[in-house]
């Protein structure tokens, strides 16, 4: 019998993972459009119904030290946030990975300020790139929910030990009710095992964690942070494949659709996806060889799996939601064009940054997107970005 | 730590540079920073042990005839000791270029 779908706001349903996940600790300050996630699971466990620590904090910097203290004595720790609260938290964000701490946050991705606005981009995701943290984007509600456990599966495996953000676009996601099928808790335990850490902070085995580091000992710190993500790679495709052999809904660390025999292909990340993939079911009736490429893993980024799925084809659109102020453009595009650099027959890359702050990205656009950007690539009118529906 | 720090390699380090061995900060050898040496005047010195109390780094040791010196592997040079010292019976000396 198919599994029944449930009626659910997206932010409710990833708050219910998290409590099927039987989560130990939550530290979180509310923020638009994370909002509903911490309400919920504040109830949740008011209402006597997870036995866990709430933690209601006075920032989210302290949200994430909180965090950080609460994975250190090996709880299963879950916070979540947005724009200006990912920006307080920054400080800590990247101690959190620096000391392998698995601390698993819902980023619901939003503009950052200024001017002021709480609307969708990945700005705020943009500024945290590089902090050693796995990074996860989904595309809809039933990915937000699913990749819940996936996160802790994957954040606390011993071979990983790295926090992860499960970046899930704002509004878009957050406040849209969804059709969501819920799996089991059965189902929920056999897929996550219990948190087991090597080294806690308890008094039986006292350990000094988040140390001073000599410039004799920083390089090989970084090295190590390195090593750890680059090596999370197997465990995240391992996670994603049991999750499928459990549920049968597979997620892949790159993703595509009409890809296969397409000369090119729109490059999106998160809940865009849907729409180029409706933008190219339009263009492939008037006979355009088009398809989609979406990036599901972005840290460590899958090269290997990116590499294959853009093999053969002539031109990559790489649409980004974010500026690299005074850089090469959208993020997204750069890291793309780099990792291209020394490929046989590499495509062509042509840089959209579009849908900043929720100014909305139709089928439309997608399709204007599409065609104008494969013109350039024929002119070879390549060079820097193009910012999608600018006036002036 | 068993081993000197700058022969420690990345693959060496504990998951999340989390310090397992107690007492590691004793390989740190702050010593080395030292522009100036505290000198203390043993005949002076009453014994009394405001220059231990004080000194930031706990460098400050009781000689067994009493009187109180800094550990030099680990002294920084501050002077604080030379300042606190009631009878001033420490004098800061710079140290010699090698």
Redesign the interface.
Same mark, same amino acid.
């Given at each position: 019998m198919a599994k029944q779908r449930k009626g659910v706001e997206v932010s409710i349903a990833m708050s219910e993972a998290v409590a099927q996940a039987d989560v130990d600790v939550i530290a979180a300050y509310p923020i638009t459009p994370q909002t509903h996630i911490v309400e919920h699971l504040s109830e949740i466990v008011a209402s006597g119904d997870l036995d866990a620590e709430f933690v209601p904090v006075d920032s989210e910097h302290s949200a994430m030290s909180v965090c950080c203290g609460s994975s250190a004595v090996g709880a299963r720790t879950f916070t979540s946030t947005s724009s200006q609260g990912l920006a307080l938290m920054a400080e800590i964000f990247f101690i959190t990975s #620096? *000391?392998?701490?698995p601390v698993v946050m819902a980023l619901a991705n939003r503009s950052l300020s200024g001017p002021l606005s709480i609307w969708n981009d990945h700005t705020d995701t943009m500024m945290v790139r590089d902090a050693g943290w796995i990074q996860v984007f989904v595309e809809n509600g039933q990915e937000s929910y699913d990749n819940m456990f996936c996160a802790f599966r994957i954040a606390e495996d011993p071979d990983v *030990?790295l926090p992860l953000a499960v970046n899930f676009d704002g509004f878009i996601l957050t406040h849209m009710i969804e059709p969501i099928i819920y799996e089991d808790d059965a189902v929920v335990k056999k897929y996550l095992p219990e948190f087991k850490m @090597?080294?806690t902070l308890h008094p039986d @085995?006292?350990? #000094? !964690?988040g140390?001073f =580091? !000599?410039p &004799?000992?920083y390089? &090989? =710190?970084q *090295?190590?942070s390195e =090593?750890a993500l680059q090596g999370s790679y197997p465990t995240i495709v391992k996670a994603w494949d049991e999750w499928a052999e459990l549920t049968g809904r597979q997620y892949r660390p790159i993703e595509t659709y009409m890809a296969e025999d397409a000369e090119y292909c729109i490059v999106t990340m998160g809940s865009y996806g849907e729409t180029a993939m409706d933008a190219v079911d339009a263009l492939r009736q008037e006979g355009e060889k088009v398809g989609v490429i979406k990036i599901r893993l972005w840290r460590p980024f899958p090269f290997d799996d990116f590499f294959a799925a853009v093999k053969g084809k002539k031109t990559l659109i790489v649409m980004d939601r974010a500026i690299s102020f005074g850089g090469p453009g959208g993020p997204v595009a750069s890291e793309i064009k780099s990792a291209l650099y020394k490929q046989d027959d590499a495509p062509e890359v042509v840089s959209y940054v579009a849908g900043l702050a929720g100014r909305d990205v139709s089928v439309g656009d997608f399709k204007k997107m599409i065609i104008e950007g494969k013109d350039r690539a024929e002119s070879k009118d390549t060079q820097g970005f193009q910012l999608y529906g600018l006036r002036g | 730590m068993a081993k000197p720090i700058d022969e420690i390699r990345w693959q060496e380090l504990e998951v999340g540079i989390a310090v397992i061995d107690p007492g590691s900060a004793m390989g740190y050898e702050t010593g080395t920073w030292r522009s100036e040496r505290p000198v203390v005047d043993k005949d002076q010195c009453i014994h009394c042990g405001v220059c231990w109390l004080f000194c930031p780094d706990m460098s400050i040791v009781q000689a067994p005839e009493g009187h109180f010196e800094a550990d030099l592997t680990y002294c920084k040079g501050c002077g604080i000791c030379a300042k606190e010292c009631p009878v001033g019976c420490i004098t800061m000396v710079p140290e010699e270029e090698e």
């Open positions: #620096s *000391m392998r701490l *030990m @090597k080294n @085995k006292p350990v #000094s !964690m140390c =580091a !000599m &004799e000992l390089t &090989e =710190a *090295m190590a =090593a | -």
